[in-house]
């Protein structure tokens, strides 16, 4: 990548991890994270608070890091990129000051940028430029959503979304049952691999009869999550071992089927060839392989990111904001909010 390509740098605090991302044009220099999960795990789950306290103590060191890993200054950048939305408020908050601290002392420009547009750009830094348009389907634990991409800087329409639990959520709430740590979705994809994939029949939300005339790209696994909870405690109930593997592997067999089948669906009926999917659970080994099977079957071309880049990172920001810099795209006011419940069609603030 040329010198002459724009310089970004991307910070993204919208849950627990404090991303520091720097991309030339395309190509990606580094991707420094500082993750509280850990503070969090006591708990169960992400206390905002905390997260916010963690990205305080976490944004200039790790500023500092991906500056010196990348080998470039802040008087170099080009123009600096944040998450504006959606995520924790308290969160938001915190990435969306320091970037415009960053912007106004150094007199770069400011771009205040979706959090799921993010995870749709990211993947330009590693199979290169977006087809036009994509569909993508971002799944994560706030986030199970279908969009239509015709241009992921300015034009980007949603299909379908969650009404529930999202993906991630469900894998976190069943590993609780199941005894696993906290975040659950690495652990019931470890533990699933030991485990029969048909052993349980669990219910597939919203894939038949009306549901799919009502909710034909919309998603629903909060009554997974509770058919999951009951044959637990049924088995527990009797005094029968509960076969841990089999129970993760039928869970997420359960997920991923109804995840793939409604994605490959939505390439069909919009005539889209290319499928990408983000988001934290896109790192899911069955998932990553389910949709490889069912799009070669259906003559669709699957985009994923590497795992690492699939969790919230800032790479993914500053390539949004690369992408925003290079298509000429105006920068955010400084005035920019933190909007926790921006909507997925608002590419930008």
């Known amino acids: 990548m040329s010198a002459d390509q724009p310089l970004v740098l991307g910070l993204e605090t919208s849950c627990d991890e404090t991303g520091v991302g720097i991309v030339r044009g395309e190509e990606l220099l580094v991707d420094a994270i500082a993750s ?38 802040l008087d170099d950048l080009d123009a600096i990129a944040v998450t504006s939305g959606p995520g924790l408020a308290g969160t938001l908050m915190v990435g969306v000051a320091a970037a415009k601290s960053l912007a106004v002392a150094l007199g770069k420009p400011l771009y205040g940028v979706n959090h799921l547009a993010s995870h749709v750009a990211v993947d330009i830094v590693e199979h290169g430029p977006l087809p036009e348009p994509t569909l ?5 634990g706030g986030h199970s959503s279908l969009l239509l991409v015709p241009d992921v800087t300015h034009d980007v329409r949603s299909l ?37 994939r048909v052993a349980i029949d669990f219910p597939r939300g919203l894939t038949a009869g009306r549901d799919m005339d ?41 997920v991923t089927d109804v995840l793939t089948r409604k994605a490959v669906l939505a390439c069909r009926e919009h005539g889209v060839e290319h499928l990408q999917i983000g988001g934290g659970v896109a790192a899911n080994s069955r998932l990553r ?61």
């Open 289 to 349: 392989a389910m949709a490889q099977e069912r799009c070669d079957a259906a003559g669709i071309t699957l985009r994923v990111p590497r795992p690492g880049l699939c969790t919230d990172n800032g790479a993914m920001v500053a390539a949004l904001g690369a992408q925003m810099v290079l298509k000429g795209r105006a920068p955010s006011d400084l005035s920019l909010p933190a909007d926790s419940s921006m909507p997925v069609t608002l590419v930008q603030s």
């Open 214 to 254: 009502r909710h034909r790209f919309d998603f629903s696994f909060s009554g997974l999550k509770t058919a999951v909870s009951r044959w637990v405690q049924a088995r527990e109930a009797s005094g029968e071992p509960v076969p841990v593997a089999d129970v993760a592997a039928s869970f997420q067999e359960a």
């Open 160 to 196: 379908g979304s969650t009404i529930d639990d999202a993906a991630g959520e469900a894998f976190d709430k069943v590993a609780r049952v199941l005894g696993l740590p906290f975040p659950g979705g690495p652990h019931i994809d470890r533990v699933a691999r030991e485990g029969d």
């Open 36 to 73: 509280s999960v850990d503070e969090h795990a006591r708990f169960g789950g992400v206390v905002p608070e905390v997260a916010s306290r963690a990205h305080l103590e976490a944004m200039i060191p790790t500023i500092e890091r991906a500056t010196r890993q990348a080998g470039v200054r």
């Open 136 to 140: 993508a389907m971002l799944v994560s």
